[in-house]
């Protein structure tokens, strides 16, 4: 007697939902974009071209190749950061696997699904302006240094996070941005670094 076929698995439809959020700074922002300057730097060196003198540093320059603009000149954070610190809060909780969470939720700034930077504003809504902070970092082998970046004392994002519920609830999503902005953080000196000097946490505001 022929064996019984096994009866085909069942597959439950993707199931998306979208919510947006306002996330509110905890803590100072700083932000280091890879300035076009040292990309050019890196090149000619992988190209082993004739490495030309350094002329007398800039430090207002090097704070304003450190900001992210978007197309319309306003300061931001790429939204890969943000993802990023959803992504790697998982390790907080039993039941999610960030293998898993890089499929099931997406972040986009609000009003620009795709865009790669998100615009940084401040509590009343207004567009941020970054300040000029000087900091003494190592650079390569033990060597000090000074950088000059772009700070945010008071700042906020508004950005929409769209998941899959079958991967994850919101509830689990909420548990998420708490976590990620108390223990994770964005950008330079976050919680999660070994600098951990505990800039960018964020908190998401409820209506």
Known sequence: MAADKAEPKSVSALT?????????GQSMLVTHCFSEKVKKE????QMKKTKEAKGARDPRADFLAARYLNAAGLECVPITALKKALVNA???FDDLKKTELRQALFVDPVGAPGAMLVPIETHDGAPAVGVMREDPVTIGMGKRGLTYRPSYEQWQVRVTITFNERLVSEEQLL???EQAGWG??????RPEKTSAL????????VA
């Open 42 to 45: 890196i090149l000619d060196k």
């Open 16 to 24: 998306k939902r979208k919510i947006e959020v306002l996330l509110r």
């Open 175 to 177: 548990a998420l941005i």
């Open 184 to 189: 994770v953080g964005i950008c330079e000196g």
């Open 198 to 205: 505990g800039w960018g946490r964020f908190e998401r505001v």
């Open 90 to 92: 998982a390790v907080a």
